[in-house]
């Protein structure tokens, strides 16, 4: 992923300002910048640190003092297509909704028609159809800036910048609008290849963005730079999260001293877990031959007993043990409390069982069930999956892991798969469901 | 409204055919109108029209009025736009443009009357065309440099994030233009516009009969009409003139301001709708014609296959922003200078003429001209201020006496003149006590509807903090009522005292029963060197006007709008 080409990328780039007499002022010093497709930048930064005339320069919208802006590779002074939402929405008051929307098409030359139905689907995506005949100015903040999204989308740019796109609204407006563009983004409906924020909002930067860029000020610079390894949706009260957002807000408040390492709370990569490639109800009969708690059992004995290759037993060890139902040392297995528990219950308990064990320890499955349920229609395409998987596994093997979890899923009755729409959907763990 | 009831439909339809009706009246009216106004206009030269004082002359001469206002207006409104535009999209001339709009804005109508005049007949010697357009050109002065500069703060006060989006989203000039930059400055114009219009009237005698060196200058319209009536000491007809102007003025208040005003309101920058809604009953009933209706999609579909076209062209042509050549810059500003200094050496020529006691009694007038116009401010703050503070305050009152007050503020001051001057010469006064007076019958209005929209403007809380704490009237008054105003109160003297130095050309010199009145000023001096064809005499005085206009709004009005903006403001 980090290897594809840079949409846009700045070499060098500074801003200052001649004074006469005297030493120029340095509004931010020299720095390089890349934006890559399936990003999105989150661009941190105390006030006057320079982040609005950061924005302005790689948009195109100023020109830099000195170094130079790649576009597509190309060095470029004006942009090409590109979007920003902004802060104070920036819609023509005396325009109406739709013919604001169809402002930038009409620059293009689009003609009528094209431009209603390109128009149209732009405000049907931001959930705005039915106000095509308003004025700005009769419509919420909120409304507003979902305009300020469909103008920004209906010319398909590059890259969407967007500059403090949420600070003119309400904290509950915010956070809604907010999830609904990570949602968008992660149904891949945004029709954008990277997205460029600008905030002051620490933990907006920290549930919104692929990376986040924390800018110093006087001059305006650098001061770090890094990725953020959480998967969306994301839990603003789970450790790394919070490990991120004291990160950062050190960095902002410590502005003289070095940045520093991401903290260790902060681990680099969270999903490197594997999925054994097991039935659940060959972990439960696993689990129902072992011994009591605190009697071993050898490895080799046991796949003898049991009649299997050792290559056949492993993997449903290794799955008991990722549920935390045994314990594996020297080639010896001691069953868990839990895992007594799990073999001693009746089907409906041994679900109940595995469903929290497999929330708590199973990474895969714990982000599908986080991200149905935080999708308002329950509903997730296994593409969502497929690319965050893709990073650690192979294809193939990315096509085994969600396989598993799908098998998981059911028997947990957590979620299931719908085969024909290629979506998982949330269950209700509750009712007596069918299960595969 | 989309939502249209069965039973109201075929009511409302029936009323829509009699307004498209009407329109088409309007049209043909309008249609005959130019028509008989061209043939007027390509007739011979008279330039000396006989004025008939009858009832029944009076729609005629209101006509040829009402038409050279608004072809004036016409031209100012043209020339602010391209002016404002220019100033404000071309760094390099902005300072220069807008430093001249400064010193053109302080040069009475008067001052620019013999050079235009004489232009425009040697430019059409033999037809009524030449006299006219002098005339349509005199008020063109006297309009246009408000509506420049409004046009052109509008387009530089627009928000920034907005003038980016229109460059992120690659508009076009055209584009830009029309979604952007013509929107925002549609209200600034249109206020402008009824300011400058009212200006319009106020010199219409002045622009229509003149005198010019030797000769005399008298064109068929109202302004002629009063000043023939003036002159001939005939109060009946003075008094129908005056009706007449003032039936007009609130027709055109009535018919062409309060719609375009109601219109106006979408494109305020507001972000959220304001429940006081402007509505209008005669926009209400342009916006239910079909004939309106069309005549407008029409126009809007005409615009944007232009704005399409250029688009188109713009795009294919992804060249880099054509900046004008610096050669072409050069030239031209090697020929402006030029040009410029040209005019200087010759009118330094025209002014080492002028004898040395000539420039003292200038000055002497100057100083007594500047005397008058801080006397008639004082004397209109006087009254005003606590006027219009009692009028903010009671909503009451303002219910009553804001229309009232409108409609006085709306009628010419130099109509009214004729009549009070014979009063005061009846009453054993002289010109020295009118022009006074007339300069306060046309400046004070400015003063009073400032402070009344900034008494109206303080917030009530304010208010009510002053009566718990138990203020004191001075201390109310010292506290909150005049920081309150104070912004506004600046707005309106500027503009009064624009308005009274401007106006001193007329009052100050006057041509009454046939004998010409006069008090010792500069305004006087202007209207007599203009009268006179003294020339030099002209000149002369109107740069000793025209820099101390220049002069007070720097030193006293910039500094005292400055503590305004910076001390007094309450929105911020």
């Known amino acids: 992923m980090q290897q594809q080409e840079p949409l846009i990328e700045a070499v060098g780039i500074e801003k200052f300002y001649e004074s006469p007499g005297e030493n120029r002022i340095q509004v931010i010093a020299p720095l390089d910048l890349a934006i890559r497709p399936g990003q999105i930048v989150a661009l941190l930064g105390p006030s006057g ?134 949602e968008l983004w992660s149904d891949k409906k945004l029709p954008t290849q990277a997205i460029f924020i600008v905030t002051h909002n620490i933990e907006e930067a920290v549930l919104l963005a692929d990376r986040i860029i924390v800018l110093g000020r006087n001059p305006g610079r650098i001061r770090t730079d890094f990725q953020v390894e959480l998967a969306q949706p994301r839990d603003r009260k789970s450790p790394p999260f919070v490990g991120y957002v004291d990160f950062i807000y050190r960095v902002l408040t410590q502005p003289d001293a070095e940045p520093g390492k991401l903290p260790s709370a902060v681990p680099k990569r969270e999903v490197h877990q594997m999925l054994p490639h097991v039935r659940p109800g060959g972990i439960a009969g696993l689990l129902e031959l072992l011994p009591d708690p605190g009697q071993h059992a050898d490895l080799y004995q046991l796949a003898d007993d049991l009649g299997l290759e050792l290559d056949e037993l492993l993997p449903v060890v290794e799955a008991a043990a990722l549920l935390g139902f045994l314990t594996v040392k020297e080639g010896d297995v001691d069953m868990t409390a839990l895992g007594h528990r799990f073999a001693n219950a009746d089907i409906l308990h041994q679900k109940v069982f595995f469903r929290e064990a497999a929330v708590q320890h199973v990474i895969l499955i714990d982000r599908i069930r986080r991200a149905l349920e935080a999708k308002s229609d329950h509903r997730v395409p296994d593409e969502f999956f497929h690319d965050f998987l893709d990073e650690h596994f192979s294809e193939d093997e990315t096509k085994r892991q969600l396989e598993t979890a799908i098998l998981w899923g059911r028997y947990s009755e957590l979620f299931d798969y719908d085969a024909a729409q290629k979506r998982f959907f949330l269950t209700e763990p509750d009712s007596p469901a069918a299960h595969a | 409204m989309t939502i249209k009831f069965a039973q109201s439909f075929d009511a409302e339809r029936r009323r829509s055919l009699s307004i498209d009706l009407a329109i088409f009246v309007l049209i043909f009216a309008g249609f005959y109108g130019m028509l008989s106004l061209g043939r007027y206009w390509s007739s011979a030269a008279v330039p000396e029209t006989n004025i008939s004082l009858s009832v029944q002359a009076l729609p005629g001469y209101a006509f040829f009025s009402v038409a050279r206002l608004f072809g004036a207006y016409f031209l100012s409104l043209v020339f602010a736009v391209v002016y404002g535009y220019i100033a404000a999209t071309q760094p390099r001339v902005e300072r220069v443009m807008i430093a001249l709009l400064d010193i053109l804005q302080s040069i009475p109508v008067l001052s620019f009357l013999p050079g235009v005049m004489l232009a425009m007949i040697a430019l059409f010697p033999a037809r009524q065309i030449g006299v006219e357009l002098g005339s349509i050109l005199l008020i063109f002065t006297g309009q246009v440099w408000n509506m420049a500069f409004s046009f052109y703060s509008s387009m530089k006060s627009i928000p920034r994030e907005l003038g980016e989006a229109g460059r992120i989203y690659h508009f076009s000039g055209w584009q830009r233009f029309i979604q952007l930059e013509m929107p925002s400055g549609v209200i600034g114009l249109l206020w402008n516009s009824m300011v400058s219009v009212a200006g319009g009237w106020f010199f219409l005698m002045a622009c229509e009969m003149f005198p010019l060196g030797n000769r005399q200058f008298r064109l068929p319209g109202l302004g002629s009409y009063l000043q023939t009536a003036a002159s001939a000491g005939d109060v009946r007809s003075i008094i129908q003139g005056i009706a007449a102007m003032i039936v007009i003025i609130v027709a055109t208040d009535q018919i062409l301001w309060r719609p375009l005003i109601a219109w106006s309101d979408k494109f305020k920058f507001e972000q959220v709708e304001s429940n006081a809604h402007a509505g209008n009953p005669i926009l209400r009933l342009l916006q239910r014609s079909k004939l309106a209706g069309w005549i407008g999609r029409m126009a809007g579909s005409g615009m944007e296959r232009l704005m399409l076209r250029v688009a188109k062209k713009q795009a294919g042509q992804k060249a880099a922003p054509r900046e004008p050549s610096r050669w072409v810059g050069w030239a031209g500003g090697i020929v402006v200078i030029g040009l410029a200094g040209y005019s200087v050496y010759r009118a330094i020529g025209m002014l080492s003429g002028v004898a040395g006691h000539e420039w003292l009694t200038t000055l002497g007038h100057a100083g007594i001209t500047l005397l008058r116009v801080n006397g008639t401010l004082l004397i209109a703050s006087a009254w005003t201020i606590p006027a219009g503070v009692a009028i903010g305050f009671q909503p009451k009152l303002a219910r009553i006496a804001q229309p009232l007050a409108q409609i006085a503020a709306s009628v010419p001051a130099t109509a009214l003149f004729p009549i009070v001057l014979l009063g005061i010469i009846r009453l054993g006064g002289g010109l020295g006590i009118a022009s006074i007076l007339l300069m306060l019958l046309g400046t004070q209005w400015y003063i009073l509807f400032n402070v009344i929209a900034g008494a109206l403007a303080i917030p009530s809380e304010l208010k009510e903090a002053g009566s718990v704490y138990r203020f004191t009237r001075a201390l109310r008054w010292r506290v909150i009522i005049l920081p309150g105003i104070f912004p506004y109160l600046v707005t309106g003297l500027v503009t009064a005292s624009g308005g009274a130095w401007n106006a001193s050309i007329v009052a100050e010199y006057f041509h009454l029963k046939g004998q010409v009145f006069m008090t010792t000023g500069l305004g006087a001096q202007i209207s007599q060197a203009s009268d006179a064809g003294r020339f030099d005499i002209l000149l002369l005085s109107t740069v000793v006007m025209s820099a101390m206009v220049v002069c007070i709004n720097r030193l006293v009005w910039r500094p005292l709008y400055r503590l305004a903006e910076y001390r007094y403001r309450l929105d911020a």
């Open chain 1, 49 to 182: 640190s320079g982040k609005s005339t950061l924005l302005r320069m790689l948009t195109g919208l100023s020109q830099p003092s000195a170094g130079k802006i790649l576009r597509n590779g190309i060095e470029k002074k004006e942009a090409g297509n590109l979007a920003i939402v902004f802060q104070s929405f920036a819609l023509f008051p005396w325009l109406t909704v739709q013919e604001n929307v169809e402002a930038p098409l009409e620059a293009r030359g689009v003609d009528k028609a094209e431009r209603a139905e390109r128009s149209r689907r732009a405000l049907d995506v931001v959930g705005l159809d039915g106000f095509e005949g308003a004025y700005p100015k009769e419509l919420s903040g909120g409304m507003k800036q979902r305009v300020g999204f469909a103008r920004a989308l209906v010319v398909e740019p590059e890259v969407l910048f967007m500059d403090e796109p949420f600070s003119a609204l309400d904290v509950l407006t915010a956070e809604n609008l907010r999830n609904q563009v990570t």
